[in-house]
C-alpha cells in the first residue's frame, strides 16, 4: 500500500511525513538519528510509551527490498521530544536535543499566537 508523503527539510537532515489513515505520521529513524539517538532505545521507547499512536509502514527501497519504517503521529511528536533528558545524553549530541526540543517549542508558540490573533480578530 503506498502513502503520500512530504520530505521536510530540517536544518540539514530531511525528516519524512506519511499520510496514514488521514493523519500524518513522522517516520522516527531519521528523526532519532539525525539527533545522534540510539535508534534500538528510542525505538524500544516509541513502540512501548506511544503504541497507539505508532504505525509499521514497509516501503521498497532503490535496493529491491522491502524495509519496515516505524512511524509516530505528528500529534505525539512533542511528546517523544520531550521524554529526552538532555542531562541524559551524550555530551556531543546534547545541543542537537536541544535544539529539536526548542524548534518544537516554537513551532508550538506559532501555532497559538496565530490562533490567538485569528480569533481576536
Not at 540510539?38 to 504505525?55: D, E, H, L, V
Not at 520531550?82 to 555530551?91: G, L
Amino acid at each position: 500500500m503506498s502513502h503520500a508523503y512530504l520530505t521536510v527539510p530540517f536544518y540539514e537532515h530531511q525528516l519524512i511525513l506519511l499520510g496514514i489513515n488521514d493523519e500524518p505520521m513522522v517516520v522516527m529513524k531519521p528523526v532519532v538519528e539525525s539527533m545522534g539517538l540510539s535508534w534500538q532505545g528510542q525505538q524500544r521507547k516509541i513502540q512501548t510509551k506511544f503504541r497507539p499512536n505508532t504505525a509499521l509502514v514497509y516501503a521498497h527501497a532503490s535496493d529491491g527490498k522491502n524495509y519496515e519504517m516505524l512511524c509516530l503521529s505528528l500529534r505525539k511528536l512533542p511528546a517523544w521530544l520531550y521524554s529526552i533528558s538532555p542531562n541524559k545524553v551524550k555530551p556531543e549530541i546534547r545541543n542537537t536535543v536541544i535544539l529539536y526540543q526548542k524548534e518544537c517549542d516554537e513551532a508550538l508558540w506559532r501555532h497559538w499566537q496565530n490562533a490567538k490573533l485569528s480569533a481576536v480578530m
